[in-house]
């Protein structure tokens, strides 16, 4: 007998054992001869990581679908592996070193990256085993590491590739600059942060002789203020022999190349071409104009840095401005020995006291000196309190500078094209379809993508430089070391005898000097769909499995990786890497906010494991997974979907103390039953729908069509119904009863596998009937049931409208659980008046109904509900007090009444729903509908009382 509990806790570690024990996950299981391939590669998880509700989401609907498919009799592969995440591993392992006092640099490269192997070895990959937890059935036994031997092999040969052919290159230009990490790092490791700051309003003096007409226009009181183009006429002009600009960092004005205007912009026209002379430096530098600057935002005329500002660098571009970096890499000013600043510059004594007052001093340092000196030299016109975005390191939590550097870069504009393509022409399409959109305007638009990291951890990039500095791209040392020998023996001059010693007396490292950058990790992961296969060797499982199926995945990381994959797939493998990117929403907390630990709201995936179990969790991720729709996650949601599972256990345990067990030879077609034929044809419905949902990327439905037929149709209705038949007299019909419920609960089994495949392999085993299994649940096929009898589902169906009609009536009116109430029936047909004739035991048992009949009118003082073409009334007068219930109901819909006033009193109030966060408006626009639809529900039997008076 089945246990009375379902303990989550005891059968999740016994069910996972037995998946490894059978190997039921590894590629292929289970899979009919000659069977098309399913794969879905798994976006791998960081190193450092550990669970949390976005993986767990994305990792349950593609669990649904690889078990679904698998089921299916698909050749299936779930290829797992991780991301050796350098920034965040060389992170953790440093702090561990800080903490005995060291230092990696006191170790070197080489003994620091076997301290790194160590700490992966005993402490990375949690995730993993939590992965596991989660009811992932990846075939392990294939798992992958961006920095194993075969995948490390493949980054380098794809690097190589693309360099001979001209699509990677080394290139000085700005980056992201973390001066805590002292790395560059991508747009994806940057957080927007708001902050409270200043803008400082500076004046840089014209160059002598020249000076212009400004326009200003009147305040009330007669002060002159900024005028802009918007404004109409000027009130008057003022002559100036200086610009006004503005700036949130007055530290780089040190960098100041340029001062750009708007071509259009009234104000400046007859400056453009003269020059300014940048204060405190003496620099003279040219006034532009350029479509950049906007005439309306700040004075207009904007500093141009063109190593200092992704901007001001496009800009610069354009017009050819030099570009000064003033700034070390730990963010500190450089001066007097940087040779682009002090290039042309006059070394009078004003140049010598900013040297002497700002070389060397952090940049926030800087800038308070600089503004101090600004002020004392009168060139500050004023300063604005300003609050703006900082960009700031995820990970070193810093501001980030833009910084002016060599990297290497690769030309994605080249390898983006045949991207697009894929995507417009239908190859590869995204689900929801909106996230094309999205995908085209970044890759129409793409920049060169920076993939050099000063790290140790990482692909240390192959390349070698010669003693002219000279770069060597080659896939081993050896390699560059040929065609360094080659290149140099080709030159004029002492090269010969140089390389004839080296050679002779040659030691690895020290003829050629390795390139000591690492590439950044997502370069690894853009090969993750044919490097896990093996690739560059020509596998088998390349062959079979490549090109994948589906890629699920997140929306942020749309630019970073999918694209990335999509652009070196089809340079190398000549085939798109998916034909489907299903993208998949943000899971936030119960109030549509997003979870972030300084909110406090973060849930952990793993704690509603222990409490509630995976298929709990799993199930309730499935069920709000609706496609563009965030889920807002409630524990007390999966609370509610662990009583699913307990309800389907309570309904196997009900039908095995009826005697309800495996009959091998029941056929849908033979029962004779009307209540088994409309099960069986409800059965058919529900797969169809939970097959639908699962192949069309809408999980929600398929989870809900599955909770429909389990809960309502099965368990509340099916095993309600069965009640006399396993109770009564007639032999044949309870073992057709016992046969068709075992059959049917099979059936769940399966369609629920994909979503709760713990208790429903449980559920499996225990369910045999006595005789083992012929296998595990996770490799039994996929139901497709076609039994269809019309008469006998439409027949049950109107019995259960019936009966639901009438208990909605009962608790809308408050008639007393207990009591017995009288039906009368108007207007009913022959087949309405049949039907409750054969149904008549039912109508009472269920329904709660004394006596039934039929009139011509409805009877005074009934509460009415249509059914069909009859209208079924309660007459209340004997069950209720209906002025009582009236006043009731009254002060209730009053009461709403008042919430919902105060509500739409505060939602309408701009200052509230402008100034208060995100989640905090939307709370209290969901407190407003649940208030209107509580009032709709009651309004409904104030009606009703009414009517019945």
């Known amino acids: 007998m089945l246990d009375k509990n379902y303990d989550a806790a005891s059968v999740e570690p016994k069910i996972a054992e037995n998946w490894e024990r059978e190997r039921a996950f590894r590629a292929g299981a289970g899979a009919e001869p000659g069977a098309e391939t399913f794969t879905i590669v798994i976006p791998p998880p960081n190193v450092t990581g550990s669970l949390h509700m976005g993986h767990a989401l994305n990792n349950t609907l593609q669990d649904i679908m690889v078990r679904f498919e698998r089921m299916r009799g698909k050749d299936v592969l779930w290829q797992p592996g991780m991301d050796h995440a350098g920034i965040a591993t060389q992170m953790v392992v440093e702090r561990q070193l800080m ?67 001209g699509l990677i290159y080394k290139d000085k230009r700005l980056v992201n600059w973390d001066p805590k990490l ?76 340029g001062v ?12 453009v071409g003269k020059h300014v002379v940048l204060p405190l430096v003496g620099r003279r530098i040219p006034i532009i104009a350029d479509e950049y600057p906007d005439p309306e935002a700040g004075t207009g005329a904007v500093k141009m840095t063109p190593a200092h500002d992704f901007n001001d660098f496009e800009v610069g571009k354009r017009h050819r401005l030099p570009q000064i970096n003033v700034m070390t890499v730990e963010a500190a000013i450089t001066l007097k020995d940087n040779e682009d600043f002090l290039e042309g510059l006059e070394r009078d004594a004003r140049l010598t006291t900013t040297i002497a007052r700002l070389d060397g001093l952090d940049r926030f340092e800087a800038r308070k000196a600089l503004v101090a000196m600004m002020e004392d030299a009168g060139l500050l016109e004023k300063v604005e309190p300003h609050r703006h975005t900082i960009p700031h390191g995820d990970r070193g939590g810093v501001p980030i500078e833009p910084f002016l550097t060599d990297q290497w870069y690769v030309d994605a504009k080249t390898l983006a094209k045949p991207a697009i393509a894929s995507v417009r022409e239908g190859r590869t399409k995204f ?77 690895p490292g020290k003829v050629l000097t390795r390139d000591e950058d690492v590439l950044d990790t997502w370069f690894s992961s853009a090969l993750w769909p044919f490097s896990t296969l093996g690739w560059p060797d020509k596998t088998t499982e390349l062959d079979r499995y490549y090109p994948t199926s589906v890629l699920v995945t997140g929306f942020d990381i749309i630019f970073f990786w999918v694209a990335r994959m999509m652009m070196i797939s089809l340079h190398f493998m000549e085939e798109e890497p998916f034909h489907t990117v299903y993208v998949h929403a943000l899971v936030r907390d119960k109030n549509g906010a997003k979870m972030s630990k300084s909110k406090g709201n973060v849930i952990d995936p793993l704690e509603l494991i222990d409490e509630y179990g995976a298929d709990a969790l799993r199930f309730t991720l499935a069920i709000m997974a609706a496609q563009g729709r965030d889920v807002k996650l409630d524990p007390s949601r999966v609370a509610g979907y662990r009583n699913f599972g307990t309800k389907l256990w309570n309904a196997t345990r009900f039908a095995e ?28 419905r529900a797969a169809e729908a939970i097959t639908g949902g699962i192949t069309s990327y809408r999980f929600n439905e ?38 068709c419920a075992a059959y049917v609960l099979d059936e769940i089994y399966k369609l629920l596998h994909p979503m709760m495949p713990y208790m429903t392999e449980e559920l499996w085993a225990h369910m045999g009937g006595g005789v083992e299994r012929d296998g595990m649940l996770a490799l039994t096929r996929w139901p497709s049931p076609d039994f269809e009898d019309a008469e006998a589902a439409a027949d ?83 069950l209720i007090d209906i002025g009582a219930e009236t006043i009731r109901l009254e002060k209730e819909i009053g009461k709403i009444d008042a919430e919902i006033s105060r509500l739409d009193k505060k939602l309408s109030n701009e200052k509230f729903v402008a100034n208060a966060p995100g989640d905090i408006v939307a709370a209290e626009r969901e407190k407003r509908a649940e208030f209107a639809e509580a009032r709709a529900k009651l309004q409904v039997a104030l009606d009703r009382m009414r009517e019945a008076d």
């Not at 750009?260 to 104000?267: K, Y």
């Not at 039953?673 to 059965?683: F, P, Q, V, Y």
């Not at 809900?704 to 019909?733: H, I, M, N, T």
């Open 657 to 684: 103390m009826n005697g309800v067990k495996r009959d091998p030879e029941f056929r849908p077609e033979d029962a004779r039953l009307a209540i088994n034929r409309w099960i069986l044809t409800e059965l058919t």
């Open 431 to 507: 689900v929801p379809k909106n996230w094309e959109k999205t995908y085209f305007e970044w890759m129409e638009n793409i920049q060169p993508w920076c993939i050099s990291r000063q790290l140790w951890w990482g692909h240390q990039i192959p390349a070698w430089y010669g003693p002219d500095g000279h770069v060597f791209v080659a896939r081993t040392e050896k390699e560059a070391l040929d065609d360094a020998v080659e290149y140099y023996l080709a030159l004029e001059g002492p090269w010969k005898s140089w390389v004839e010693d080296q050679l002779e007396n040659y030691e």
């Open 796 to 878: 049950i169906n109107w019995l259960i409208d019936l009966v639901s009609g009438i208990r909605s009536v009962r608790a809308e009116v408050n008639v007393p659980a207990a009591a017995m109430a009288p039906l009368v029936a108007v207007g009913a047909d022959e087949t309405t008046r049949a039907r409750i004739a054969r149904h008549d035991p039912a109508i009472r048992r269920l329904a709660r109904v004394e006596e039934l009949g039929f009139a011509a009118e409805a009877p005074k003082g009934s509460a009415q509900f249509v059914l069909g073409e009859a209208t079924f009334c309660l007459p209340l007068g004997d």
């Open 99 to 165: 903490e005995r006092q060291q230092h990696r640099r006191d170790l070197g490269r080489e003994k620091f990256i076997e301290k790194v192997w160590q700490w992966k070895d005993e402490s990375g990959g949690a995730i993993i085993n939590q992965l596991k937890r989660l009811g992932a059935s990846c075939d392990w036994s294939r798992e992958r590491f961006t920095m194993d031997e075969g995948l490390s092999r493949a980054v380098i040969e794809v690097f190589v590739s693309l360099y001979k052919q």
């Open 182 to 257: 002292l790395t560059a790092i991508s747009d994806l490791e940057v957080e927007q942060i708001e902050v409270n700051g200043n803008l400082w309003h500076f004046r840089y003096p014209l160059e002598p002789g020249v000076t212009y007409e400004h326009p200003y226009k009147l305040d009330g009181e007669g002060n002159r203020v900024d005028w802009r183009p918007s404004d109409g006429e000027p009130d008057g002009h003022e002559t100036r022999d200086y610009l006004v600009v503005a700036t949130t960092r007055p530290e780089t004005m040190l960098g100041d190349t």
């Open 702 to 739: 398929a989870a809900g069509a599955a909770y429909r037929f389990v809960w309502s149709q099965f368990c509340d209705w099916y095993l309600e119904l069965l009640k006399p038949v396993f109770a009564g007299d007639d032999e044949d019909a309870r073992a057709e009863a016992r046969a």
């Open 260 to 271: 750009a205007v708007h071509p259009d912009d009234p104000r400046y026209k007859s400056l």
